[in-house]
C-alpha cells in the first residue's frame, strides 16, 4: 500500500499516540534507520514495503523502526516540500530580530502566529532571532514586517533580507 508508512506514523504524530510530553532520551540510530531516514526525507510516501526492501530488512522490521522514530521524536512529522512561487507566496525574506533579554518564548509564539512564517531560529551573533517567511508579495511583507513583527513589544529592532532565488536541497542519499 503506497505511502502507508508516512499516513499510519502522521497520523500517530498528529493524535499524539506514544506523546506523554517526555521524549525519551535520544538513542543512537545504526546505518538502517539513517537509510530508513534518508529514504523518507526524499519520499514521505514511501510504502513500507519499499523502505522494507531497499533497506533489506522485513516489512514488520522497517514498520517496528518506523514506529520507534516517530515514538522518540526523531522524525517529527510528514509534509510536503513547497514551490512557494507557484503556490502564490512569490516574495521570501529572512527577517533578523533584536529582542528583550529573556523573551524568547513569548516572542516565539507571536511569531508562529504571523502568516507565511515558515521558519523562527533563536541564534547567536548579531541579532538574537532569524525568520524566514514566504508571503504573496512586497506589499505583504511590508505589511508584516512594519504593522506585525514591529508591534511586538519585546521586538527592539529588526533587518529584512529580500531572497531573489532560494532552492531546497535535496536529502543526499
Known amino acids: 500500500m503506497a505511502g502507508r508508512s508516512a499516513q499510519v506514523a502522521s497520523e500517530q504524530v498528529a493524535e499524539g499516540q506514544g506523546d506523554s ?12 534507520d539513517q537509510d530508513i531516514l534518508r529514504m523518507l526525507q526524499a519520499d514521505g510516501r514511501a510504502s513500507i514495503r519499499s523502505v522494507a526492501d531497499r ?7 522497517a514498520y517496528a523502526r518506523i514506529n520507534r522514530l516517530v515514538e522518540d521524536g526523531v522524525i517529527r512529522g510528514f ?3 513547497v514551490d512557494h512561487q507557484r503556490a502564490g507566496q512569490g516574495t521570501s525574506a529572512y527577517i533578523t ?4 533579554q529573556n523573551s524568547w518564548r513569548t516572542v516565539r509564539e507571536e511569531l508562529r502566529q504571523l502568516p507565511g512564517a ?3 531560529a533563536l541564534v547567536g551573533g548579531d541579532f538574537d532571532v532569524l525568520l524566514l517567511v514566504h508571503v504573496s508579495d512586497n506589499r505583504s511583507l511590508r505589511e508584516l514586517v512594519l ?5 511586538i513589544p519585546q521586538v527592539l529592532s529588526t533587518r529584512t533580507l529580500l ?11
Open 21 to 32: 510530553g517526555v521524549l525519551p532520551p535520544p538513542r543512537s540510530l545504526d546505518a538502517i
Open 97 to 100: 530580530l533584536k529582542i528583550v
Open 118 to 120: 515558515s521558519h523562527i
Open 55 to 61: 533497506v533489506h530488512v522485513s516489512r514488520a522490521n
Open 79 to 81: 509534509g510536503a516540500r
Open 163 to 173: 531572497v531573489f532565488e532560494e532552492e531546497d536541497l535535496e536529502p543526499q542519499g
Open 147 to 151: 504593522t506585525r513583527l514591529q508591534a
